[in-house]
Nanobody, 114 residues
Framework: VQLVESGGGLVQPGGSLRLSCVAS????????MRWFRQAPGKERELVAS????????NYADSMKGRFTISRDNAKNTVYLQMNSLKYEDTAVYYCNCGRFPHAWGQGTQVTVSS
């Protein structure tokens, strides 16, 4: 199982970023996918999840209405569109497959700062 996240960067409050995660080593279209994040000094937390077909999505309360998770099974890729970013969204963002909960990529750093 390999997960490669990208798309992070430095953005001002209120800005947007789109994260991508390319997966390999398993049948991507068969499993749900999730985005997590970990801020300095804090535990990793679940951001959003999406079912194998993409028809069901769920979000942590603080992300509802601002973040959108989606996937392209033809490209083995899951996305996280982040809008109206806040200082507290600063973290390393990771994708994860629900079937392989202990497999993690290197993550992508998102920094929200003016």
């Amino acid at each position: 199982v390999q997960l490669v996240e990208s798309g992070g960067g430095l953005v001002q409050p209120g800005g947007s970023l789109r994260l991508s995660c390319v997966a390999s080593g398993f049948t991507f279209s068969s499993y749900s996918m999730r985005w997590f994040r970990q801020a300095p000094g804090k535990e990793r937390e679940l951001v959003a999840s999406i079912s194998s077909s993409g028809g069901i999505t769920n979000y942590a309360d603080s992300m509802k209405g601002r973040f959108t998770i989606s996937r392209d099974n033809a490209k083995n890729t899951v996305y996280l569109q982040m809008n109206s970013l806040k200082y507290e969204d600063t973290a390393v963002y990771y994708c994860n497959c629900g079937r392989f909960p202990h497999a993690w990529g290197q993550g992508t750093q998102v920094t929200v700062s003016s």
